[in-house]
């Protein structure tokens, strides 16, 4: 295997980050051990092994979302459910970020590098144009809630299967459920999908430019809902982004319609 291959290698199974400043020279032979440092009596400790992800389906994260009655009850049960491997391999949970009581809900797929080292969603490059975006039409992050369909970033920055989907949508269900929020923005095919399981394997070119009803449990009616591009797709294909503006110009006019109203405190 070539130098390039094993690195290509590396980055699929997420070990995409130096953790020394300097690259470790492992051809040479390694070091003995002084026979000081070991005695007999005194056998060398083994690390603990790390707690392994329980199996758990859709049902039990249902339950466990249903039992939540506040974001914060919802966070601790993201924080303690073993159902979803993601959980282990990422650094933390990316939880959501923005006012509790938004209006105006952004959905996106899952965290990235960036957003798994601080636990913040949509901060990278990608964040940094949605911040643009919605600049463009007097929107910024005071004023919405920004959520991952995962919460949990996929090793390499893979996008997240199906199983794994299907597992964190409860607690997806539910985050908008406790919002009650009056509209719904989802940035890509997964978050899209997610939300509007009717539109099968559709792509987003087809889903995007047109508010879709979209069923979220525990809500009486459903919640009008608008597929965009991801920022990320619009950063590796700039041709996309004239499509993307035409549903910003939807969402503005939504914004500037009747049916728009931000709580007053």
Known sequence: M?????????????????????????????PAIPPATLSPATPPARPSPRPAALPGGPAEAARAAAACHSLDELKAALDGFTGCALRDTATQLVFAEGPEDARLVIIGEAPGAEEDRAGRPFIGAAGQLLDRMLGSIGLDRRRVRIINTVPWRPPGNRAPSESEIALCLPFLHRHIALIRPQRLVTLGAIATRALLP???????RRLRGAWRPATIQDLDSPLFCLPSYHPAYLLRTPTAKPESWQDLLLLREWLESGDYHENVI
Do not use: F, K, S
């Open 198 to 204: 009717e539109a099968g394997n559709q792509g987003i």
């Open 2 to 30: 070539d130098v390039l291959a094993a690195l290509r290698l590396q980055y699929e199974w997420g070990a995409d980050e130096a953790l020394l400043d300097a690259p470790q020279d492992r051809r040479g032979a390694t």
